[in-house]
């Protein structure tokens, strides 16, 4: 089964950078659409943006179009999350998620079978 460990997260300042790493282990990860979701202090988790299996990424949260962006390094078993320009709006923690179905992404947390444990993220000043 598939095993996803997120990091890269820690504290940045307004404007700054961050990119967020989730690491695949125990299965192939071109089999898996990877999203990455966040939860912010008293917010339900949404879905920030996802890579099927063959590449194609979809975004569903347009506060974050423009500024953040997801890439996968298969050599590596790699998904990546590029935060720019970040917001205190975009402090929480992030995780990334699993989903067999490789083929499609879904914004919704109930279609993901495995999760990492999360990074947090703080935009501060």
């Known amino acids: 089964q598939l095993r996803l460990v997120e990091s890269g997260g820690g504290l940045v300042q307004p404007g700054g950078s961050l990119r967020l790493s989730c690491a695949a282990s125990?299965?192939?990860?071109?089999?898996?659409?990877i999203t990455w979701f966040r939860q912010a202090p008293g917010r339900e988790r949404e879905a920030v943006y996802c890579?099927?299996?063959?590449?194609?990424?979809?975004t569903y949260d347009d506060y974050v179009k423009g500024r953040f962006t997801i890439s996968r390094d298969a050599a590596k078993s790699t998904v990546y999350l590029h935060m720019n320009s970040l917001k205190p709006e975009d402090t929480g923690i992030y995780y990334c998620?699993?989903?067999?179905?490789?083929?499609?992404?879904?914004?919704?947390?109930?279609?993901?079978?495995?999760w990492g444990q999360g990074t947090q993220v703080t935009v501060s000043s």
């Open positions: 125990g299965s192939t990860l071109d089999t898996y659409a």
């Open positions: 998620a699993g989903t067999i179905s490789g083929h499609v992404c879904y914004e919704w947390p109930s279609k993901y079978d495995y």
């Open positions: 890579i099927t299996g063959r590449g194609p990424s979809t």
